[in-house]
């Protein structure tokens, strides 16, 4: 579930990149994929609800942080870094994320992590640095760094929040409720000015094919959120934030192949080197949490033995 959660949101990049291109902005290319897809999941999530409406009443804080950062921020800045990065290294500086989360539970838990996870991630870390591919011909412009950073950290509190064991909310409910919250935010971001919208109907390039605006606006809607977002939510709850945005970072490969088959932009042999310490680094942490018995509470191996939000 977590790789096919990781395979459609890879999609997002060049899904995105192909309206950019065109003159979008990102603010107009995010606020229309949560509408769409917000609007794809009330019917089922209004379903899933039925005569449990306590259940939203009791998580409308774990709701409202979703949406506003795990949803509306992160994609705001990472299309934000798309516009001026390429896909892959636009996501890449996302995926810090799994480093920032790790770091985060040995500072709350006092304790440093287990050899195979510190060597899983200092790995997955020197697969960044590889496809970032810094001394070759991939150009980097500082503002799109800070703007992938800034996704990191929101994407870092996406997990957090997806992760946290909670039997009372659905998970359809949870990414309905949270796309709901993002696309209010920014319809107000946008409606006070605060946020440029411009959109096009111009035709779109994916691959050899010009195709019309909403192919991929559909594309980015349904399989790219809809999907990826209840797809990782379930992921995020079965294997904790650790184990789950660590595996999340196949998204790097998938994102690579998507905007290589859709935009051209073909990774050279380090990029590629990266991509394969990365999977490496998946690979020693998912060892470490499935080789050591259950622990104490005390022991912070999982979001769900912390409280991430107020």
């Given amino acids: 579930m977590a790789l096919f959660s990781s395979a459609v949101f890879g999609l997002s990049g060049s899904f995105a990149k192909a309206l950019l291109e065109t003159g979008w902005t990102p603010g107009a290319a995010v606020t229309a994929r949560l509408t769409g897809a917000a609007l794809v999941l009330a019917v089922p999530a209004v379903l899933a609800l039925r005569g449990r409406w306590h259940q939203l009443r009791d998580n409308w804080l774990t709701v409202l942080l ?87 950290v929101c ?53 050899a094919w010009v195709t019309p605006w909403w192919v991929p606006l559909l594309g980015l809607v349904i399989l790219a959120t809809v999907l990826a977002y209840v797809s990782g939510v ?12 660590f595996v999340s970072l196949t998204e790097v490969l998938f994102a690579v192949i998507w905007a290589w088959l859709l935009l051209g ?4 042999p380090v990029q590629l080197l990266g991509g394969l310490l990365i999977v490496g680094g998946v690979v020693l942490v998912r060892l470490d949490e499935l080789r050591v018995p259950a622990r104490l509470p005390a022991e912070l191996d999982h979001a769900n033995d912390v409280e991430p939000v107020p």
């Fill in 66 to 152: 979703f949406g506003l950062i795990g949803v509306a921020a992160c994609q705001l800045f990472y299309f934000n870094a798309v516009a001026r990065l390429s896909v892959g290294v636009a996501l890449l500086l996302e995926y810090l994320a799994p480093v920032i989360i790790v770091l985060w539970l040995w500072a709350a838990s006092r304790k440093r992590p287990r050899p195979l996870t510190v060597a899983g991630t200092l790995l997955s870390l020197a697969g960044l640095v590889l496809v970032l591919d810094l001394t070759g011909a991939v150009k980097i412009d500082v503002v799109g760094v800070l703007w992938g950073i800034a996704a990191a």
């Fill in 155 to 207: 994407l870092a509190i996406y997990f957090f929040i997806t992760a946290k064991e909670n039997d009372t909310l659905p998970p359809i409910v949870l990414a309905s409720g949270g796309l709901m919250v993002g696309a209010l935010v920014m319809w107000l971001a946008a409606a006070t000015g605060l946020l440029p919208m411009v959109a096009s109907t111009a035709d779109t390039r994916l691959g």
């Fill in 234 to 245: 379930v992921a995020a709850r079965a294997l904790g934030s650790k184990v789950a945005s």
């Fill in 265 to 268: 932009e073909l990774p050279g």
